[in-house]
T-cell receptor, first 112, second 111 residues
Framework: AQSVTQPDIHITVSEGASLELRCNYS??????LFWYVQSPGQGLQLLLK??????LVQGIKGFEAEFKRSQSSFNLRKPSVHWSDAAEYFC??????????FGAGTRLTVKP | SQTIHQWPATLVQPVGSPLSLECTVE??????LYWYRQAAGRGLQLLFY??????ISSEVPQNLSASRPQDRQFILSSKKLLLSDSGFYLC??????????FGSGTRLTVV
């Protein structure tokens, strides 16, 4: 079965600085990969997804992620973080059986 | 468009009381439906999933149960709540490869 690891539990960045959140997956075939964001007390919102094709995918709110098969990674990036980006971020991997597994999440704090 | 409704948003229940959380989806048919729990400071734990009416799969043994009485309705229940049942419960539906759509969640506090 597929699995996801988010190595960083908590990251703090200054507003305006660049951001990279790490995600590593384990799956025998080409995975479906996702990043979600969760604001406190809210459900999860899809930021972006990768199925196939271009390995650099653009999402909402200025986020992008790059699929690197050789590293089994799907890291999320943003060139300039805004205070409103403070939230919990979840990476997820899906298989063809409609089963999706989530990482433990990375909490992002943005310093003024 | 597809939407998912989950209620109530918050719930405070005494230990030993019953529980019923409801989730409904609109704009799709025969969805795969999921219940997740998110404990404080932890990731998402898959509790149940359903691929059709009356079809429930449980991921972990626990004090909770799920039912799917209609195609677009998914219910999470308990006969007697435990303190450890406190958490944030999320319903979701999926059609891979498009990912999951989540409800807004229910914050359950068992006191």
């Amino acid at each position: 079965a597929q699995s996801v690891t988010q190595p960083d539990i908590h990251i703090t960045v200054s507003e305006g600085a660049s951001l990279e959140l790490r995600c590593n997956y384990s799956y025998g075939a080409t995975p479906y990969l996702f990043w979600y964001v969760q604001s406190p007390g809210q459900g999860l919102q899809l930021l972006l997804k990768y199925f196939s094709g271009d390995t650099l995918v653009q999402g909402i709110k200025g986020f992008e992620a790059e699929f690197k098969r050789s590293q089994s990674s799907f890291n999320l990036r943003k060139p300039s973080v805004h205070w409103s980006d403070a939230a919990e971020y979840f990476c997820a991997v899906g298989a063809g059986n409609n089963d999706m597994r989530f990482g433990a999440g990375t909490r992002l704090t943005v310093k003024p | 468009s597809q939407t998912i409704h989950q209620w109530p948003a918050t719930l405070v229940q005494p230990v030993g009381s019953p529980l019923s959380l409801e989730c409904t989806v609109e704009g799709t048919s025969n969805p795969n439906l999921y219940w997740y729990r998110q404990a404080a400071g932890r990731g998402l734990q898959l509790l149940f999933y359903s691929v059709g009416i009356g079809q429930i799969s449980s991921e972990v043994p626990q004090n909770l149960s799920a039912s799917r009485p209609q195609d677009r309705q998914f219910i999470l229940s308990s006969k007697k709540l435990l303190l450890s049942d406190s958490g944030f419960y999320l319903c979701a539906w999926s059609t891979l490869p498009y990912g999951y759509t989540f409800g807004s969640g229910t914050r359950l506090t068992v006191v």
